[in-house]
C-alpha cells in the first residue's frame, strides 16, 4: 500500500493561510536499510530499519510578497521513524514549524485515509528550540514534545558562546590544548567522588568548587609538545572564562557559564585552540557564534572579531538579544495553551553540555514554574550528569525520553524517572541511571552495583 500509493495524484495542498503551494513530488522508496545508533536520533535509542518500503513527499511553496522557497519534506515516513511505525515531516525556524505541521498533517490524512491519532515533535538542540517554539506559539501543532539541550535563549548563548574567544584575543594568548584538557581531567578527579562513586561523572557541579588556579605552575606531560609543561596563567584564565560565562564591563553576567566537566577543547567546545610544531598557538573558529556575530549582526562577513573591545562586545550581546528575541529566542514561559489542549513536554540537558549552557534550561523551567506551579503536570526537564551536547561524555544519555513521552500522552502516566545509559567506556561496561525531573537529584544508596539504574534514587 505504502508504496503503490506514493504518487502525486494522492495527495492535495493543505489549507495554509498566507501560502502558495508551488510543486509536489512523490517518490516510492523500495527496500531501504538503515542502522541508526542511539544519539544520531534524539530522545531514542538506536534503531535498525530493514528493507523499508516507503513514500518520500517534497512540497514546495512560498508566503507571497515575502521572497521566500521552502521546501518542506514529509517522510511517510522518515529513516528512523519508520523502523517504529511513525510518518515524520521535518522543518526548520518559526513560522515554518506550523507550516510543517499543517502539511505533515495534511499528507499523513491524504496517504493513510486518516489524520494522525497523535502528533510528536522530537528533536535536540536545534530541534529542541524548534520544539519550544512550537509550544509557546502554536501549542495545537502537537500532542507531545521530546527535546534535548535547547538552543534557546539563542540571542543570549550564540554570542556569549563567544566570549572565551574574545578573551583569548584581548590577551593575545592561546593556551595549549592539553593544558586546558589537563584543568578539566583535575577538576572532574576533584569532585567525581562527592557522589560516593568514582566513575569519571559529576552528578552534581552545585557542589564541585575546584580552584583551578591552584594548577598554574603545574608539570604535565603535555600530548602537543611531547614534552614537560607547566600550566600557564592564560589558560587558567581561559579555563575560568568557560565556567564564569559572558561578563560586562562591571563583571557581572551576562549569561551563563559552562559546569566544571564540559568538554574544553574540540570541534564542539568554546576554548579551541590548534598549534604549530613550533609551539604557535592560535583559536580555532567556533562558526556558531562568529558565523551569528558577522552574518547577523554585524552584517559583514569579512568582519575582524579579534579586535572587538569590551564595549562592542557588550553592544553586539544587547543588539542579539534586542533584534533576535522574537524570532529565535524562544524563552517565553506562558505555556498555557499547551497545557490547556493536554500538550506533555520532556526536555532533558546534559549538565556537561560544552556549547549550551544547562543552567539556561534551569532558568527557563524555573520561569515557566514561578507562571504555573502546577507545570510538572505537563512539563519535566531531566538533567544528565557527565552528558554532553544532546548524547556523549562519560555519562548516561536517556534512550527513552520518547517512549515515555509516548506514554505519557497516551497514557495519562508521567514518568517518575528517565532510564539513561552510557556509552561503552574502554573495558565495554556502560552506566545504567535513572535521571531524575528536576529540582530533584540523582544519589547512590551506597551499596549497590555502580552500573545498575536500581543502585540510584531521586530526591
Given at each position: 500500500m505504502v508504496v503503490t500509493a506514493c504518487t502525486p495524484s494522492t495527495f492535495t495542498y493543505p489549507t495554509l493561510p498566507r501560502a502558495s503551494f508551488q510543486i509536489l513530488k512523490a517518490n516510492p522508496v523500495r527496500n531501504y536499510s538503515a542502522y541508526v545508533q542511539a544519539g544520531c536520533n534524539p530522545n531514542h535509542g538506536s534503531i535498525n530499519?530493514?528493507?523499508?518500503?516507503?513514500?518520500?513527499?517534497?512540497?514546495?511553496?512560498?508566503?507571497?510578497?515575502?521572497?521566500?522557497?521552502?521546501?518542506v519534506a514529509a517522510f511517510l515516513a522518515m529513516t528512523a521513524a519508520v523502523g517504529q511505525g511513525y510518518a515524520a515531516v521535518s522543518n526548520l525556524a518559526a513560522v515554518s514549524l506550523y507550516d510543517g505541521a499543517v502539511i505533515g498533517k495534511s499528507v499523513i490524512k491524504d496517504f493513510y485515509g486518516q489524520p494522525p491519532?497523535?502528533?510528536?515533535?522530537?528533536?535536540?538542540?536545534?530541534?529542541?528550540?524548534?520544539?519550544?517554539?512550537?509550544?509557546?506559539?502554536?501549542?495545537?501543532?502537537?500532542?507531545g514534545i521530546a527535546a534535548g539541550a535547547p538552543a534557546f535563549n539563542f540571542g543570549q548563548f550564540s554570542v556569549?558562546?563567544?566570549?572565551?574567544?574574545?578573551?583569548?584575543?584581548?590577551?593575545?594568548?592561546?593556551?595549549?590544548?592539553?593544558?586546558?584538557n589537563a584543568i578539566r581531567v583535575t577538576a572532574i578527579a576533584a569532585c567525581d567522588a562527592s557522589d560516593g562513586i568514582i566513575d569519571g561523572v559529576i552528578s552534581d557541579p552545585d557542589i564541585c568548587h575546584f580552584d583551578a588556579t591552584t594548577l598554574i605552575g603545574t608539570t604535565i606531560n603535555c600530548t602537543d609538545t611531547r614534552l614537560p609543561l607547566n600550566i600557564s596563567s592564560t589558560a587558567v584564565t581561559v579555563a575560568q572564562a568557560v565556567l564564569s560565562g559572558a561578563r560586562d564591563s562591571s563583571n557581572s553576567s551576562l549569561w551563563y557559564?559552562?559546569?566544571?566537566?564540559?568538554?574544553?577543547?574540540?570541534?564542539?567546545?568554546?576554548?579551541?585552540?590548534?598549534?604549530t610544531t613550533n609551539g604557535t598557538c592560535t583559536r580555532t573558529q567556533f562558526s556558531i557564534s562568529e558565523d551569528w556575530i558577522k552574518l547577523f549582526l554585524l552584517k559583514n562577513r569579512t568582519a575582524n572579531l579579534s579586535t572587538m573591545t569590551h564595549a562592542d562586545f557588550e553592544h553586539i550581546f544587547h543588539a542579539s538579544v534586542q533584534q533576535y528575541t522574537s524570532i529565535m529566542g524562544t524563552n517565553d514561559p506562558d505555556l498555557r495553551e499547551f497545557h490547556e489542549r493536554g500538550g506533555k513536554m520532556i526536555t532533558y540537558h546534559?549538565?556537561?553540555?560544552?556549547?549550551?549552557?544547562?543552567?539556561?534550561?534551569?532558568?527557563?523551567?524555573?520561569?515557566?514554574?514561578?507562571?504555573?506551579p502546577n507545570a510538572h503536570e505537563f512539563y519535566r526537564l531531566f538533567f544528565a550528569p557527565g552528558l554532553g551536547h544532546c548524547y556523549g561524555?562519560?555519562?548516561?544519555?536517556?534512550?527513552?525520553?520518547?517512549?515515555?513521552?509516548?506514554t505519557w500522552v497516551e497514557t495519562g502516566v508521567a514518568p517518575d524517572t528517565l532510564n539513561a545509559t552510557s556509552l561503552q567506556d574502554?573495558?565495554?561496561?556502560?552506566?545504567?541511571?535513572?535521571?531524575?525531573?528536576?529540582?530533584?537529584k540523582q544519589y547512590y544508596d551506597?551499596?549497590?552495583?555502580?552500573?545498575s539504574k536500581g543502585s540510584f534514587y531521586c530526591k
Open positions: 530499519v530493514v528493507d523499508a518500503d516507503f513514500c518520500n513527499v517534497t512540497i514546495t511553496y512560498t508566503h507571497p510578497g515575502q521572497n521566500d522557497t521552502l521546501h491519532m497523535y502528533s510528536y515533535w522530537s528533536g535536540c538542540s536545534q530541534g529542541r528550540r524548534q520544539g519550544m517554539m512550537l509550544a509557546q506559539r502554536y501549542p495545537e501543532a502537537y500532542d556569549a558562546d563567544y566570549w572565551t574567544h574574545f578573551i583569548m584575543d584581548k590577551l593575545k594568548a592561546y593556551p595549549y590544548p592539553c593544558e586546558l557559564g559552562m559546569n566544571q566537566d564540559a568538554v574544553l577543547t574540540s570541534d564542539l567546545a568554546l576554548a579551541g585552540t590548534s598549534c546534559g549538565l556537561a553540555d560544552p556549547i549550551i549552557s544547562p543552567l539556561g534550561s534551569k532558568h527557563y523551567y524555573d520561569a515557566v514554574q514561578a507562571r504555573h561524555g562519560t555519562g548516561a544519555y536517556p534512550n527513552t525520553t520518547f517512549e515515555a513521552l509516548q574502554n573495558e565495554g561496561e556502560v552506566l545504567n541511571r535513572p535521571l531524575c525531573p528536576y529540582p530533584q551506597g551499596t549497590g552495583d555502580t552500573r
